[in-house]
């Protein structure tokens, strides 16, 4: 099986890129990414792309490959709003638009969150943009299309580059973890999770948090 991975050294992306190397049944995995990455396997292939709003250039890879996962995202308190919708919503709707176009049979995981608003009306920036990028996917009408809702997501690796930033609120979901425990989950068993869905597929398109937990 042949996977695409973007946000390759976020928290979810990169703990994914880690299990899917040692998963035998991905046979390469793609990493579409703006700089190197400090994975090194012979399974990888890093694609260097700096414009996620255009993928002309990249359709004779997507044909080749299976399934996507879509990882790449930003905290809201970390841009601007206008450019927080382009990274969360056009992006993958650009990416997704492509991928479907060349093969209408890749698989396709968007990792959403919790708390995601269908309706579009919620006065949070990220349930309210996490909904409009799922809705503009459904209605591409992809075959295979996957919206995964983690809750609070702890890192059972950390990566060199983590930030500050990213430390303290890793610290603040596992001290949620430790009082609710049911609310959070590792990124070890999100991406076993999410690797499970794009292998064998799953029961409706949406994926809660509580769906997470139980595969």
Not at 40 to 61: A, C, M, Q, V, W
Not at 64 to 76: H, K, M, N, P, Y
Not at 78 to 100: E, G, N, P
Not at 187 to 213: C, F, P, Q, W
């Amino acid at each position: 099986m042949k996977v695409l991975i973007t946000g390759a050294t976020g928290t979810a992306g990169s703990e994914l890129v880690r299990q899917a190397i040692s998963d035998p049944s991905i046979t390469q995995i793609l990493l579409l990414i703006r700089r190197a990455s400090e994975f090194s396997d012979p399974k990888i292939k890093e694609i260097i792309h700096n414009d996620f709003t255009n993928y002309d250039g990249l359709r004779n890879i997507f044909k080749e490959t299976d399934a996507c996962f879509w990882c790449l995202g930003i905290s809201q308190s970390r841009v601007s709003k206008s450019q927080y919708y382009t990274i969360t919503h056009d992006y993958v709707v650009a990416a997704a638009k492509a991928m479907l176009e060349a093969n209408p049979e890749m698989t396709l995981l968007f990792l959403s969150g919790q708390g995601a608003d269908s309706k579009e009306k919620s006065p949070v920036r990220f349930a309210k943009v996490k909904g409009k990028a799922e809705n503009a996917l459904i209605k591409l009408h992809p075959r295979k299309l996957f919206i995964v809702r983690p809750g609070g997501i702890i890192p059972t690796s950390r990566s060199g580059r983590e930030s500050i930033y990213k430390r303290s609120e890793s610290f603040m979901i596992k001290l949620m973890g430790a009082v609710f425990p049911w609310s959070v989950i590792s990124t070890n068993d999100l991406a076993l999770a999410m690797l499970k869905v794009a292998k064998e597929g799953y029961g409706k398109m949406i994926l809660s948090h509580r769906n997470l937990k139980n595969l």
